[in-house]
């Protein structure tokens, strides 16, 4: 793709192709006619999974809603080569996703860590690594987990990991153990993308590199699965311990010593669905709080009528489309002139969209009452999820380090 030079409070333009409009209308009504009327059963087969004591299967209805995305044409959206759509009509359809964040991603086959484990496949793996792994991951066949953050270090500072991928003859020798691998407590799981240092003498961002780790080779341990605030995730974010784990040095991904270029280009879209997704859960909050505001009567009149509830709902209309603004600017800006000349802008959606969206969240559950605090309306799980997206791909402080770092740089003689 070609970047050219932009200025940044140039003209922005957020028209959708015809192609995407088209995409777009077509998701919404997948949403409206099986996504929505599947949640309550999606619930059920997972409270019967846990039940059973299998908490990480996956309910049956997603493999349904699956067949019927797939004839719909609702499939690898995410991925700019198979969908011919930008990062900016992909931040549009992700959005609607999250309305629906266990299910509707997943159905469409959109779901993370596999559409950055695809696009890092996709981009750096060799032909042997995209007809063993891609091609199953883009069928939706398998699933795979992204082991990078360690709990021994401060992983804010990715510089510090300090997992051993050691070359000997053929093969490369991982000793490390990680956590927050998501996806690898599913039974589907088959590989996992590994970063680890394989030159610590080099300079500090050339001594990281990533391999492929099949689930199965000898040495790898999932050892837990850990919970959010309680919740446990049917695919799971694991810790996984790797004791002289073999793979062969053909399972390299890039160049030795690239892990830290390749997680930099897995993060810029990959911050973007985030939010996105994330501001379609507050849309879903923002709808609650409206029906519940108008459905309940306290003090003789509705809860709508009551100046402080109307703030509530007013406050919130208001920072979801700041947040959206900011992010659809950011995608805009990716498509222009390429994921680093928008770190700066990814930063800030990264700090600021999850700030809004917890609020709104927060809010709704505040006008729920008791209710919202409940398992009975999912608020307590959206804002428990959406509170990890303040650590996720980088916490909060290490994102306003960069957006300072590039405002200063702007003064800098």
Same mark, same amino acid.
């Given at each position: 793709?070609h970047?050219? $030079?932009?200025?940044?409070?140039?003209?922005?333009?957020? $028209?959708?192709?015809?192609?995407?409009?088209?995409?777009?209308?077509?998701?919404r009504?997948?949403?409206d006619?099986?996504?929505?009327?599947?949640?309550?059963?999606?619930?059920? +087969?997972r409270?019967?999974?846990?039940?059973?004591?299998?908490?990480?299967?996956?309910?049956?209805?997603?493999?349904?809603?699956?067949?019927?995305?797939?004839?719909?044409?609702?499939?690898?959206?995410?991925?700019?080569?198979?969908?011919?759509?930008?990062?900016l009509?992909?931040a549009?359809?992700?959005?609607?996703?999250?309305?629906?964040?266990?299910?509707?991603p997943?159905?469409?086959?959109c779901?993370?860590?596999d559409?950055?484990?695809?696009?890092?496949?996709?981009?750096?793996?060799t032909?042997?690594?995209?007809?063993?792994?891609?091609?199953?991951?883009?069928?939706?066949?398998?699933?795979?987990?992204?082991?990078?953050?360690?709990?021994?270090?401060?992983?804010?500072?990715?510089?510090?990991?300090?997992?051993?991928?050691?070359?000997? =003859?053929?093969d490369?020798v991982?000793? =490390?153990?990680?956590?927050w691998t998501s =996806?690898?407590?599913?039974?589907?799981?088959?590989?996992?993308?590994?970063?680890?240092?394989t030159?610590?003498? $080099?300079?500090?961002?050339?001594? +990281?590199?990533?391999v492929?780790? /099949?689930?199965?080779?000898?040495?790898?341990?999932? %050892?837990?699965?850990?919970?959010?605030?309680?919740?446990?995730? +049917?695919?799971g974010?694991?810790?996984?311990?790797?004791?002289d %784990?073999?793979? /062969?040095?053909?399972?390299?991904l890039?160049?030795?010593?690239?892990?830290f270029a390749?997680?930099q280009?897995?993060?810029g879209?990959?911050r973007?669905?985030?939010?996105?997704?994330?501001?379609?859960?507050?849309?879903?909050?923002?709808?609650?709080?409206?029906?519940?505001?108008?459905?309940?009567t306290?003090?003789?009149?509705?809860?709508a009528?009551?100046?402080?509830?109307?703030?509530?709902?007013?406050?919130?209309?208001?920072?979801?489309?700041?947040?959206?603004?900011?992010?659809?600017k950011?995608?805009?800006?990716i498509?222009?002139?390429?994921?680093k000349?928008?770190?700066g802008?990814?930063?800030g959606?990264?700090?600021?969209?999850p700030?809004?969206?917890?609020?709104?969240i927060?809010r709704?559950?505040?006008?729920?009452?008791?209710?919202?605090?409940?398992?009975?309306?999912?608020? $307590?799980?959206?804002?428990?999820?959406?509170?990890?997206?303040?650590i996720?791909?980088g916490?909060?402080?290490v994102?306003?380090?960069?957006?300072a770092k +590039?405002?200063?740089?702007k003064h800098?003689?």
């Open positions: 793709m970047h050219h $030079a932009v200025d940044k409070g140039s003209p922005v333009d957020f $028209a959708l192709s015809p192609a995407a409009t088209d995409a777009l209308a077509r998701l009504s997948f949403m006619e099986h996504v929505y009327p599947a949640e309550s059963v999606y619930a059920e +087969q409270r019967a999974s846990i039940a059973a004591g299998r908490p990480h299967d996956l309910p049956p209805v997603i493999e349904e809603l699956k067949t019927e995305a797939r004839t719909r044409g609702l499939w690898n959206f995410f991925l700019p080569e198979v969908s011919g759509l930008t990062n009509e992909y549009v359809l992700a959005e609607e996703m999250g309305r629906s964040g266990s299910i509707a997943e159905a469409m086959n779901a993370a860590p559409t950055g484990n695809m696009e890092t496949i996709h981009l750096f793996g032909p042997e690594h995209k007809a063993r792994w891609l091609e199953p991951l883009l069928e939706g066949h398998i699933r795979s987990g992204f082991s990078m953050t360690e709990p021994a270090v401060a992983s804010s500072d990715a510089t510090n990991i300090e997992t051993r991928i050691e070359r000997d =003859g053929d490369y991982i000793n =490390g153990t990680k956590w =996806g690898a407590a599913d039974p589907r799981c088959a590989i996992f993308i590994v970063m680890g240092k030159d610590p003498s $080099a300079s500090v961002h050339r001594q +990281q590199s990533m492929l780790v /099949p689930r199965d080779t000898p040495g790898v341990t999932v %050892v837990r699965d850990l919970p959010v605030f309680g919740y446990t995730d +049917q695919h974010h694991c810790e996984v311990r790797y004791e %784990v073999r793979v /062969p040095v053909t399972n390299l890039g160049e030795e010593g690239g892990g390749i997680a280009a897995r993060l879209p990959g973007i669905h985030h939010c996105m997704r994330a501001i379609g859960v507050a849309e879903r909050a923002l709808d609650m709080m409206c029906e519940r505001a108008l459905s309940r306290a003090f003789g009149q509705p809860l009528d009551q100046g402080v509830v109307r703030e509530q709902i007013a406050e919130s209309r208001m920072a979801i489309d700041m947040a959206r603004l900011y992010v659809l950011t995608a805009w800006l498509d222009q002139v390429g994921a000349g928008a770190r802008e990814v930063s959606i990264k700090v600021m969209v700030r809004a969206v917890l609020e709104v927060d709704a559950i505040q006008v729920h009452g008791g209710a919202g605090v409940s398992d009975d309306f999912g608020l $307590a799980s959206m804002w428990a999820h959406a509170r990890t997206l303040r996720v791909d916490p909060d402080a994102h306003v380090r960069t957006v +590039q405002e200063l740089g800098r003689t």
